[in-house]
Structure formats: structure tokens, C-alpha cells
């Protein structure tokens, strides 16, 4: 089983809210990735937990704050986003970094 | 040093050809070299994947071919089928970093 999922699908969103992307996987991978994916474009990391700490954040601004309360679990905390965030927020997961499994996404609109 | 340059951008086969995609990178870092494929709407589904030791690696219709001494790396789809139709993003990993360089990946189109 190499499922990763994501909850929201959808997400709209003003740009005063604060909101939360979750991502979950049950395969005992010791690695969570966040990317972000604009249209037709590959995706962009934004983050990366290893053993549930943080081991690479790509100058990601702070209005994006990611959280690993366990093994299994991902968030991502939105607040004060700006338009231009709309996106397709991707969660992955692996065991040793080469084969990375993505989730569904979520769609994240910011009006 | 950090690309992964990936051609073509876009692609149309008939059903029943061979599909092409070319990648090519220039950091002797890199690894390991996953392809993705990606439906609208939906996350990038590992495909198949290769180590620099290896030249081929073949998973079903799927294979890649991959040139070490050139930095080149490519995947062939044979009986190219409707159901193929996806976006195909190339990808390397870092030995240093254990990050993913994405190549700009192919919208590629099965036409009856």
C-alpha cells in the first residue's frame, strides 16, 4: 500500500483566514515532504521532515507554517495568504528519499 | 548545475507508437532519476525509476534508457494507448541533499 492522503480537496480562503492542510500516511516512512504546484508547472518543494523534525525549508515565507505531530502526520498552517499562494498543495511520503509517494493534493484557492 | 532540462514540451502520438521523452543533467550529484505521471487534478504518480549503474530498466511498456557519459536519461512508452495521455515530469535526486530536482515536464496526447 503506498497511499497518501490529503485532506481538504478543495480549500478557498480569504486572505485573512487561517486554515490547515493535512496529509497522512500509514506506510512507516520516516520522511513527509510538502510541494507546491502551480498549473503546468513540475512541483516546488517547500518542505521536508525527517523523524518527524524539520530538515529543509526552501525559504518558504512564514505565512506558511508546517507541523509533524507524529510519524504519520502532516500539516500545513495557512495565514495571511496572498492570491498569488493559489496552488495545488502536494504531501509525499518515503522511506529512504529515493521513491517519493504524492498524495492527491489539495486545490487551494486565495480571494 | 541544480536543472533538469526535459524535451519535448508537449507531445502527440498516434495509438499504437512509441512515445519519447528526453531528459538531460549536468550535476554529477544526482543519484537515482524517478519519472512521474501526472492526471489533472491528481498528484504525480511514481512511474518507474533508474540508478546510474544500470543503462535500461523496462516495466512493462515502460522503459528508461539512460547515458551516464552524456547526462541524458529518457523514457519510452511503447503501444502509446488513450490512457497514457498525462503530463510526464522527468526527475533527478541529490546524493548531498536527498532533494528532487523536477524537470518542466511533457503534456503528452494519444490521438485513435
Known amino acids: 500500500d503506498t497511499e497518501v492522503t490529503q485532506t481538504p480537496k478543495h480549500l478557498v480562503m480569504g486572505m485573512t483566514n487561517k486554515k490547515s492542510l493535512k496529509c497522512e500516511q500509514h506506510m512507516g516512512h520516516r520522511a513527509m515532504y510538502w510541494y507546491k504546484q502551480k498549473a503546468k508547472k513540475p512541483p516546488e518543494l517547500m518542505f521536508v521532515y525527517s523523524y518527524e523534525k524539520l530538515s529543509i525549508n526552501e525559504s518558504v515565507p512564514s505565512r506558511f507554517s508546517p507541523e509533524c505531530p507524529n510519524s504519520s502526520l502532516l500539516n500545513l498552517h495557512l495565514h495571511a495568504l496572498q492570491p498569488e499562494d493559489s496552488a495545488l498543495y502536494l504531501c509525499?511520503?518515503?522511506?529512504?528519499?529515493?521513491?517519493?509517494?504524492f498524495g492527491p493534493g489539495t486545490r487551494l484557492t486565495v480571494t | 548545475q541544480q536543472q533538469v532540462k526535459q524535451s519535448p514540451q508537449s507531445l502527440i502520438v498516434q495509438k499504437g507508437g512509441i512515445s519519447i521523452i528526453n531528459c538531460a543533467y549536468e550535476?554529477?550529484?544526482?543519484?537515482?532519476f524517478p519519472w512521474y505521471q501526472q492526471f489533472p487534478g491528481k498528484g504525480p504518480a511514481l512511474l518507474i525509476a533508474i540508478r546510474p549503474d544500470v543503462s535500461e530498466k523496462k516495466e512493462g511498456r515502460f522503459t528508461i534508457s539512460f547515458n551516464k557519459s552524456a547526462k541524458q536519461f529518457s523514457l519510452h512508452i511503447m503501444d502509446s494507448q488513450p490512457g497514457d495521455s498525462a503530463t510526464y515530469f522527468c526527475a533527478a535526486r541529490n546524493f548531498g541533499n536527498e532533494k528532487l530536482t523536477f524537470g518542466t515536464g511533457t503534456r503528452l496526447t494519444i490521438i485513435p
Open positions: 509525499a511520503s518515503s522511506q529512504n528519499s529515493y521513491e517519493q509517494y
Open positions: 550535476n554529477t550529484a544526482f543519484d537515482y
